[in-house]
Structures are given as C-alpha cells and as structure tokens.
C-alpha cells in the first residue's frame, strides 16, 4: 500500500466506480507471479508447460475476436482536435470519458481489481517514469512482472515525488453471482476503446485483453502518452531497437533502429554478427527514451523489461538469441501446445507432429479449411513474453540508469524495388527527411502492384499528437544537438530480383552494413555522393565468403533516379495531409531530393 494521498484518491475512485470483489495492491514479487499464474492454471486459463522443458512457463489462447493492436479502436482524446493530427483517431475528451465511465461502471463485478506500480525503465532512472495499472486481469499484471519493472519501490518514488501516470485498464466482462468465468474473458470490438487523455497524461483501456491494448506500460505509456511528454520535455519516445556493436578494439557503437513491423527488429536487435570480431549486444528491441545528456549527447534507455515478440517465424536461423530467451520463465500466447506441453508455431524450423491449436483445438499440420488452405496452428500474430535477462546476448549495461550514447540511427522497411541495400544522410536534417518518408510495401508483390504504406519514423499508430509536430520535433533535436547528433542512415534489406529471389542474405550478414555505418562514423571508410544520400564504394563493404555475384550487388546498390523521382509524388500527397503544420524543413529536403534527381 501507500502514504500517497493522489494515489489512494485515484484508487478509491476506480474501486468506486468498477466494483470489484476485492483490491490486491501488488509488489512485483515471484510469489505474486507463482500465486497468479497458479490461479490461472486452476481456473482453465492458462496450460502449465512441461517444466523439463520449458521450465516456468505458461500457455494462453485468446479469445479468437482479441488477437492485436485494435488501431480503428485507439483514441488521442486530446482537448484541442488538431493537436490528435492526421494519424490519429480523435474523440473529444469530455464525450469519451462519459461513454467510457458508463461501460467502467461495475465492470469489474465478481473479479480482483489488481493495483501494479510499475517502472518504465531502470527505478530511479533520470529516464524513467513511474505509473500505476490498475487491471481486472491477472494475466496483465504476470505479463507485466516480464515487461516493466513491478515492485513497491516505485509506490515509495511516488510518495517522494507525488507523480505517476495513472493507466486504468479492464476486460470488461464484469461477473454475475454464480456466473463461470471464460478462458479469455473480453469485450465485443464495438465495446473495446484505447484512449489517451494526452493533455493529463492519463490512459484508460476497456475491453481487450490482448497486448499493446492491454499492457499499458508499453505502446500506451512508452510511446503515445511520451512522445507527448518528451516534445514538452526536450527528449525522445521512439519505436526503436536499441543495439550496442563492438568492433575487435573494443571500440563500442551504439545504434537505435526504426522499422515498420514484419521488417525484423526484434532480430536486428539480437543478431548473430557473421563479421569477424564484431559482436552485437541488446539492450532493447522495441522502445527507445533517449535524452540529451550531460556531454550533450543523445543517452537511450530501453523502458522495458522484457519481449513481447512475435513467435511465428522466430527459429534458429533467424534469431536462436529470441528463442533462449523464451526457453524458461515465459508466456505464451496463441501459439500451439504439443502433446508434451511444449510449444511450437508456424517456421519454428522444428518439425510439429501437431498438439491443441490457438484456438484451443486439436490440429495436425496438414489440416485444410473448405477452400483447401492449410490451417495455421499458431496466430500470425502469437507473441512470446520473456525476460531481457534471459537473452543470453543482452548488454551488461542494459539497465544503467544513465542509458547508452547513440552514434546512429536506422530507419528503414521492406522495399523489394528501389530502395539500395544501405544509404547513408548528407546531415541530420536529411536524415529526419528520410526518416519522416521511410515507406514499407504492404505486399511483396512487383513493384507497380505493391501499395507504400508511409510509416514515419514507424511511429504511425504511436505518435501521440499532431505528427507534423512530431517531425518539427525531430528537426528541433537535431538543432539541440548538434555536431554531437547521431549519424543517420537507411537500410533495406528486402531487394529482390524480378524474378521474386532475395538479393542480400538478410539476418546476421546484416552486420555487415552495420560495420560500414560504424567505420563512416570512426572516419574509416569513405562514400560516393548519389543523388538520394552517400553510398559504399567498391570494397567499402565486406562481401567476403557471400557469394553474390557482381550483377546483384549492383542492383542492391543502384539508385534509379527514374524510378526514385515516381515515388515522389507518393512522398508528397501523404505529407500533404500534415497541411500547415508539415514543417518547412520538410518541403526544402524534399525540394532538394527532387533537385539532385534531375
Ligand atoms: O498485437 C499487439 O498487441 C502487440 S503489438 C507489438 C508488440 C511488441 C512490439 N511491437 C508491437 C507493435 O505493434 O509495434
Ligand atoms: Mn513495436
């Protein structure tokens, strides 16, 4: 419990409002985590995974209708509409607070009403905050325990400081006397709202039980609600890989990386260098605070504790550090549970006679639905939850308090035509424009088939207000920064030829353009100057042992100012949408981009 008078009044109210049965305050304990988790192994909720193998662990299903994200559900309630911008549901906040307080009220009948102080980021941290979920959901807070830093410590910083970030989540499937409770229990979509009050920081979630809606600390908190604080602020909330590479002197780089989603991160984040004494170390795959500090350059913390991965495509050859990770002490969601209470999903690169499906039914590999498709056995979107400590490649200083130096940003997507291998910014302010344009395609078809999603900076569904402040805000860095400001490059690591072949191996020979970034930041290496940004010349990048031919390589290295000058128009009708508040910087890179292509 607290002394906090602001806390227990914000308790008391929710208590007043939601009903529940009882209130557990919780302390982060492994007591805690062994009683809830067993709790549910009781009630049918969650499977006990074999301990020989998959040492304490569990196994969820979802309920089929609360599988993701739910985007045309989340809402920047911000009192002024246009601070919510063009990338941005918006609701008035005063008309969806009453809408939400009427399906709040009595929402946690029969059901714990759980109080979780929590730290995003290392407790203490210059970096960190310090919020409060209350949940209905035991599943949240074992999640939680993986992906913050829960514990009483942080109830202790509140009474100090007398701030926190009040998050308020429900399933919203209140309980009847007598009434069994689901497996899953959730509300209908209609019913599932994601709001943020951004102008009192305040987060409310009703309905789903499900990830990025549900664990607020993450996609909620530490980016949506902080990307407001951190414009105000003067530091940085970023949809960012964290990674720190060190060369054979021991001279250490650390890089943070923006994708869209499906372009890799989490394996980016863990890669297996195939560069000779080269070696990667993580210390985040999804979120990056980064602030500027006392040396004036740009520190990055990881605000998270742990991986909410995706599993299906997680496997040996593609990140074996992700599966360690998950070997023990994990959750698994959505995934298929084999007969011998282990767990398997769709490219695992194990082979599954079968086991219980996602939806909790038996399934065998070759089972087709009506149209003659084969059934998956694990959600596409099946996740992992496990401890960062437990990835056997995690950075020993992944928890300073005083976060990491940034030497380079990435930005990238999945571009199977036009975008080279690697390119790297003139400067910052063109490093921002690349930034603010990275685009994935959302097939892998040919080129004038696949449809360019613009993902800025891969903060689409995250930035928590006007995103052509959130780009000025980019600018406005830079100008802070500096000389000292990280290096800025772009990577595409998804070329193909015409014929539908991959041109680069992708995973751990990816280490390879990392190299050639940290040998242009030492001075090493030069670069030709294209008309899109600085390139490699011949042999500046390793391709020793690689076997590509020289014709691919060109490829993988051509700038077709042709097909580069077609794609900007796309550029400007979706930037056009940011009207007057797409910042000047932005029209004079893209005017000079427009000018370099001829
Ligand atoms: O579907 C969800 O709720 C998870 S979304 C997610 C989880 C981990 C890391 N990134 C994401 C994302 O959508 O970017
Ligand atoms: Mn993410």
């Given amino acids: 419990m607290t002394k906090n008078k602001k806390l227990l009044?914000?308790?008391?109210?929710?208590?007043?409002?939601?009903?529940?049965?009882?209130?557990?305050?919780?302390?982060?304990?492994?007591?805690?985590?062994?009683?809830?988790?067993?709790?549910?192994?009781?009630?049918?909720a969650a499977i006990k995974l074999n301990e020989e193998k998959r040492p304490n662990s569990f196994a969820f299903n979802s309920d089929p209708s609360d599988v993701a994200r739910v985007e045309n559900r989340t809402y920047i309630a911000s009192v002024n509409k246009e601070d919510a911008g063009p990338t941005n549901n918006w609701i008035d906040p005063v008309e969806l607070k009453k809408t939400m307080t009427e399906l709040y009220a009595g929402c946690m009948k029969g059901r714990t009403m759980y109080v979780i102080p929590f730290s995003m980021g290392p407790i203490g941290s210059p970096i960190a905050k310090n919020a409060i979920e209350i949940t209905d959901s035991p599943y949240v807070v074992c999640n939680m325990h993986i992906m913050t830093r829960v514990s009483t410590e942080v109830l202790r910083l509140i009474e100090k400081t007398d701030e926190f970030?009040?998050?308020?989540?429900?399933?919203?499937?209140?309980?009847?006397?007598?009434?069994k409770d689901v497996r899953w229990p959730c509300a209908p979509l209609e019913k599932k709202y994601i709001a943020h009050f951004t102008d009192e920081n305040l987060i409310w979630s009703y309905g789903s039980g499900y990830g990025g809606n549900a664990l607020l600390g993450k996609k909620c908190l530490a980016l949506r609600i902080a990307s407001n604080m951190a414009r105000k602020e003067g530091w940085m909330a970023e949809h960012m890989l964290i990674l720190r590479f060190t060369n054979p002197e021991g001279k250490q780089f650390h890089i943070a990386a923006a994708f869209p989603s499906a372009c890799g991160k989490t394996n980016l984040a863990m890669l297996q260098s195939t560069v000779p004494g080269w070696k990667v170390e993580t210390i985040g795959d999804d979120i990056a605070w980064m602030k500027p500090g006392p040396d004036g350059r740009l520190y990055a913390i990881n605000p998270e504790?742990?991986?909410?991965?995706?599993?299906?495509?997680?496997?040996?050859?593609?990140?074996?550090?992700?599966?360690?990770?998950?070997?023990?002490?994990?959750?698994?969601?959505?995934?298929?549970?084999t007969p011998d209470l282990d767990v398997w999903w769709e490219d695992m690169g194990v082979k599954c006679e079968g086991g219980t499906d996602w939806k909790n039914n038996p399934w065998t590999p070759d089972?087709?639905?009506?149209?003659?498709?084969?059934?998956?056995?694990?959600?596409?979107?099946?996740?992992?939850?496990?401890?960062?400590?437990?990835?056997?490649?995690?950075?020993?200083?992944?928890?300073?308090?005083?976060?990491?130096?940034?030497?380079?940003?990435?930005?990238?997507?999945?571009?199977?035509?036009?975008?080279?291998?690697?390119?790297?910014?003139?400067?910052?302010e063109h490093g921002v424009y690349m930034g603010a344009t990275a685009s994935s395609e959302a097939t892998a078809a040919s080129l004038d088939q696949a449809a360019l999603r613009f993902d800025p900076f891969a903060m689409t569904p995250f930035?928590?207000?006007h995103a052509g402040d959130y780009l000025q805000h980019w600018f406005d860095m830079g100008d802070l920064l500096g000389d000292k400001a990280p290096r800025c490059f772009y990577v595409n690591w998804f070329r193909k030829t015409d014929d539908g072949k991959w041109l680069w191996p992708g995973f751990g020979e990816n280490s390879r353009v990392l190299k050639w970034m940290c040998d242009r930041v030492e001075g090493k290496v030069g670069a030709r100057e294209t008309a899109i940004g600085l390139m490699p010349r011949e042999g500046d990048l390793t391709l020793e042992g690689l076997n590509i031919p020289a014709a691919d390589w060109a490829e993988l290295m051509k700038v077709d100012k042709e097909l580069f000058k077609s794609t900007l128009a796309?550029?400007?009708?979706?930037?056009?949408?940011f009207g007057d508040k797409l910042p000047v910087r932005m029209k004079e890179q893209l005017e000079a981009l427009k000018k370099r292509l001829g």
């Fill in 367 to 428: 089972m087709k639905d009506a149209e003659g498709k084969k059934i998956k056995g694990a959600h596409p979107n099946s996740r992992f939850t496990a401890r960062a400590a437990n990835c056997p490649v995690i950075c020993p200083d992944w928890e300073d308090p005083a976060g990491v130096p940034i030497d380079i940003f990435v930005f990238g997507g999945k571009r199977t035509a036009v975008m080279p291998l690697v390119h790297e910014a003139f400067n910052f």
């Fill in 165 to 179: 970030i009040p998050c308020l989540h429900s399933v919203g499937a209140p309980l009847e006397p007598g009434q």
């Fill in 570 to 577: 796309d550029a400007e009708k979706y930037l056009a949408a």
């Fill in 305 to 337: 504790a742990g991986f909410f991965g995706v599993a299906p495509g997680t496997a040996a050859y593609s990140n074996p550090m992700a599966l360690a990770a998950c070997a023990k002490d994990a959750i698994f969601t959505n995934v298929v549970v």
């Fill in 9 to 44: 009044a914000w308790v008391a109210e929710v208590e007043k409002m939601c009903t529940p049965d009882r209130v557990v305050w919780c302390d982060g304990s492994k007591a805690e985590y062994d009683r809830l988790m067993a709790e549910m192994v009781a009630s049918g």
């Fill in 463 to 465: 930035i928590g207000y």
